[in-house]
């Protein structure tokens, strides 16, 4: 039962634009939560993580959100450039757990 | 440069037989794994190894064996039981042991498996 959802396959942005890409969980224990960027054919790049004792985590153009009663965080990319095109994976983890619950990623296109 | 290196890039193979995968790092990363992904699907854990010569079963171990002999060392197996062998493979590593410390996972650049 997959643990971590996102529900976009697929989002497309204008260059220059803020790109906002969710991501839902439904395991409690969950307390420690990563986005990484993936490239076709190369291994995921790890962009940003956030601890749920934290709502924001900002680094750069990049945002990560976290509504721990929602069990939603979100990654905002402002502003978008054509470079972010790529798929991008919501990933989550606990102090007792042994390894990343990935989601199936969404598909991000940014356009000039 | 520290990474992880797998090897090759692309693998084809017959079927019934068994075929192994390479995932080397440089990170002096005590924690290394082993995911699947198949198109349109998120990372699927095989196999985990949090130090050496001890190694866990992931969400998907059948069909697929592993050794970690060496720290830096963690090839994979993908044996004639495995029914659906082929996918995108991709080795990580990470600092510490899940459970010890949150920290990232750091990936290889994947090794694609091909059964014809």
């Known amino acids: 039962d997959q643990q971590v959802k996102q529900n976009s396959p697929s989002l497309s942005v204008q ?22 960027k993936k490239y076709p054919a190369e291994g995921p790049t790890f962009l940003i993580s956030i601890s749920s004792i934290k709502d924001k985590n900002e680094d ?3 945002t990560v959100f976290l509504n721990k009663s929602a069990k939603h965080l979100s990654l ?4 978008s450039q054509p470079g972010d095109s790529a798929v991008y994976f919501c990933a989550a983890t606990s102090a007792i757990g042994y390894a990343l619950n990935f989601g199936k990623g969404t598909s991000l296109l940014v356009t000039p | 440069d520290g ?10 193979r017959k079927e019934g ?4 995968l390479s995932c080397e790092q440089n990170l002096n990363h005590d924690a290394m ?13 095989i196999y985990y190894s949090q130090i050496v010569n001890d190694f866990q079963k992931g969400d998907i171990a059948e069909g697929y064996s592993v050794s970690r002999e060496k720290k830096e060392s963690f090839p994979l197996t993908v044996t ?4 659906n062998p082929t996918a995108f493979y991709l080795c990580a590593s990470s600092i510490d042991p899940p459970g010890v410390t949150y920290n990232e996972q750091f990936f290889g650049p994947g090794t694609r498996l091909t059964v014809l």
Not at chain 1, 20 to 30: A, G, Q, V
Request: hydrophobic share 30%; aromatic share 20%.
């Open chain 2, 33 to 45: 794994y082993w995911y699947r992904q198949d198109p349109g699907q998120g990372l699927r854990l």
């Open chain 2, 3 to 12: 990474g992880i290196t797998q090897s090759p890039k692309y693998l084809f």
């Open chain 1, 60 to 62: 750069g153009r990049f």
């Open chain 2, 80 to 83: 004639s039981a495995q029914k």
């Open chain 2, 17 to 20: 037989q068994n075929v192994t």
């Open chain 1, 15 to 36: 260059e220059g634009r803020i790109s906002i890409l969710n991501c839902d969980y439904t395991n409690s224990m969950f307390d420690y939560f990563l986005w990484y």
């Open chain 1, 76 to 79: 905002h990319i402002v502003p």
